[in-house]
């Protein structure tokens, strides 16, 4: 059965640090790897997605991530964290036969200090 | 394009009371699948419609069943609600292509939803 987990329950960082969330995965196969990110009581916004190629990949809102088959992971980061980014961030596994059945770490809350 | 909408987007229930949850995909998405979020973790599947048939499920009692319409639409809904089913529920869409390939899944804003 697929997993996600993701390590850091609560990362506190200040502005215009530098940020890397983790996220771990086991899969059978390569999959489709997505990261998320919520706000408080809204839906999930996606960041980015690894399909395949390139295994560093470029999201929205300045974010990347980095494909590791060799550790099954799946690294978000950010040069430059800004105090909107305050958030809770989602790494997903997602099947390449069924993009609709996406299995979700349990997330990691960033707090963004002044 | 409206996008992945779900509606109501908030709803309150009492105990033992029953829900449906409504979704409208993405346009040209034939796929519809749902998760339940509970507070303080990562979605949780609980099963996918396509072609009008339960395709796939998660770990959910039978308590959670749903349908899908000829319009792609899709319907949650949960009977003798308890309240551990206070959750936000989100809906995402996808598409089925050749060789049992899904395009990338769009998520609906979801239903928060109360049981009180």
């Known amino acids: 059965a697929q997993s996600v987990t993701q390590p850091d329950i609560h990362i506190t960082v200040s502005e215009g640090a530098s940020l890397e969330l983790r996220c771990n995965y086991s899969y059978g196969a390569t999959p489709y790897l997505f990261w998320y990110v919520q706000s408080p009581g809204q839906g999930l916004q996606l960041l980015l997605k690894y399909f395949s190629g390139d295994t560093l990949v470029q999201g929205i809102k300045g974010f990347e991530a980095e494909f590791k088959r060799s550790q099954s992971s799946f690294n978000l980061r950010k040069p430059s964290v800004h105090w909107s980014d305050a958030a809770e961030y989602f790494c997903a596994v997602v099947p390449r036969t069924n993009a609709g059945k996406s299995t979700f770490g349990d997330g990691t809350t960033l707090t963004v200090k002044p | 394009d409206a996008g992945v909408t779900q509606s109501p987007t908030h709803l309150i229930k009492t105990r033992g009371q029953q829900v449906t949850l409504r979704c409208s995909p993405k346009s040209g998405h034939d796929t519809v699948s749902w998760y339940q979020q509970a507070l303080g973790q990562g979605p949780q599947f609980i099963f996918q419609y396509y072609e009008e048939e339960e395709r796939q499920r998660g770990n959910f009692p039978d308590r959670f069943s749903g349908h899908q319409f000829p319009n792609y639409s899709s319907e949650l809904n949960v009977n003798a609600l308890l309240l551990g089913d206070s959750a936000l529920y989100l809906c995402?869409?996808?598409?089925?292509?050749?060789?049992?390939?899904?395009?990338?899944?769009?998520f609906g804003q979801g239903t928060r939803l109360t049981v009180v």
């Open positions: 995402a869409s996808s598409l089925v292509r050749g060789e049992g390939l899904n395009t990338e899944a769009f």
